[in-house]
């Protein structure tokens, strides 16, 4: 009988920093998508901010313009 380990099931977390590299925008915009209420979710951590990789491709895919330019 082999035993899992339960942390193989969490979704991976990125940094705010590696957030704003990935999109290629300032730290900053990520704070005012906060802010406003229509970035992807966080998660805080003491002084950290984290991100779930799967909030952040839901919130991208959330961001996908339709084929008419809406």
Do not use: C, K
């Not at 991976?12 to 915009?29: H, N, W």
């Amino acid at each position: 009988m082999t035993r899992q380990n339960p942390i193989e099931h969490l979704q991976p977390l990125i940094s705010l920093q590696e957030l704003a590299e990935y999109l290629g925008v300032p730290v900053q915009r990520i704070y005012d998508w906060r802010a406003a209420g229509t970035g992807p979710r966080g998660y805080r951590f003491g002084r950290e901010l984290r991100f779930r990789v799967a909030d952040v491709e839901r919130w991208l895919e959330e961001q996908a313009e339709s084929s008419d330019g809406r």
